[in-house]
């Protein structure tokens, strides 16, 4: 039986211990994943020219690093991805809220667009990317245009649902306090869709990537899309997860980005509380 | 101090659709007229239509038949001239308890609020919580804010919807005793919709008792109670158990029809 409160010292001391031991275990995981397949490729249970190995990779970073690769500097088509897959995803999102938030608030209009929305919604939206290619050509136009249209569509739901699920209660409160049409829409409606919108922007970013990476296998001069489509052409194994390795760093940078977004936005809603004192 | 309005319903009947496409009469040939700056409660058992009653007067919906008039005009829209305190929390959660108390202000483009804002937080009692979100408040000082924030745009008309029905006993009593003393200095025409006999006689000065649903006017008290009251104390005294006791014989028939019929249709009401 404890006599005392624990101080906050001993709080402290304890919540980095576990924190600690989290991230030694962490750690331990991913060498045995990455030493294992090391280790297999090494002795030919893997074979690397399929598969490839982890130094393979390093090397390979290494070398696009120091030389470039042979579509121009890896700076540059990392850039090229990122800003198709940014420009895209801010271009879903901000229409993707705005429509989204009008057609809950016009009925009338939701019911003449819902087929619409409903048969464009069912094209599957990579197939796409070809016809952008055709329209736009091969240069990054097609590649935000086939992002924007990923992003565009969940944005656009949880941003409907989101304004149709907001409470009638406070829409009436704020009528009866004098609020006009445009001030309910700003005040009242886009602050409680948007715990909805931004958990579709968590997704999105992913899909914005899967545009413009996708947008680039299917014809394009720069871009990470491209790089591992020319190391696949190159049986380069290597190649190919060094740029996913870029990829993912991308994805995990916005993910992060977004999280303090959101919590920026969202700072009125009540923590959760752990159960436990640490 | 601001003129209340007059108010009144002349042969009110409201219907709503059923989930399974039938209608549902929550009112039928409703009247009752009230005085400007009265403060009237309205009782009724559950599901008589007390609170369908309330959305009509603030014009959050239209009657099915029927006038209602504010201040000789028909209703037709949301009056904004109404202030309405909600049964359940309808402040903004994404506003502190300052923008929550400003909103009304703010939404009709008023300038040089801030004062006014200052004011109506000292008066309910919610100074040093200006920054709160009301998620980080107790349900009474949830119902604080909701109050002023009615209130600070000077309603001619106050509708209150069982404002203190969520509370615990003892939060709702101190509520009972300042929303009186604040009503006292505003003047307005209030309407209180009720289930708590004892919260209705406290405050109003007179009591509506309804009948049990599809609701009529089954009685009307004038509660002569003086002036300024105290709410708290005022339920132990002589005269008001006698109005208790004489409104309480005519309601507890209603209570019991409506109870009785809930047990034959459960669910039936909402």
Redesign the interface.
Known sequence: MAEKFLTDSEIKRARTMHKTKVHALQLAVAIALLGSWQLLADHNILDPFFYGRPSGVMHQLGVWIQHGTSIGSIWLNAWVTFYEATYGFFAGVILGIIFGIFLARNPTAAEIFAPYIKVSNSIPRVVLGSIFVLWLGLGSVSKVALAFVLVFFPVFFNAFQGTREA?H??I?????????KR?ITM??IF??ALSWITASMHVSFGFALIGAIVGEFLGAQHGLGLLIATAQGNFNPNGVYAAMLLIAVMALTAEWLITKLENRLLN???TQVSGSEL | MNRGTPVKLENVSKRFRTPKKGWYEALSGLSFEIEAGQFVALVGPTGCGKSTALTLL?G?EQPSIGLVTVDGEEVSD???S???V?Q?D?T?????VYDNIA??PK??GAKDYENSVSTWISKVGLTGFEGN?P??LSGGMKKRVALA??LI?EPSLLLMDEPFSALDVQTRAIMTDELVSIWETTGSTVVFVTHDLEEAIALADRVIVLTAGPAQVKADFKINLPRPRKARDIRFTKEFLEIYQEVWSVLRDEVDIAYQRQLIAPGKEK
């Open positions: 409470d209660k406070l009436a409160n704020a009528r009866l306090l004098g609020a006009s001030q005040k009242i602050p409680s009125w809603r009540p | 603030a959050l949301i009056e904004t109404t202030g309405f909600f359940h309808a903004f959660p994404w506003m502190n909103a009304g939404f009709r979100y998620h980080q924030q009615a745009n």
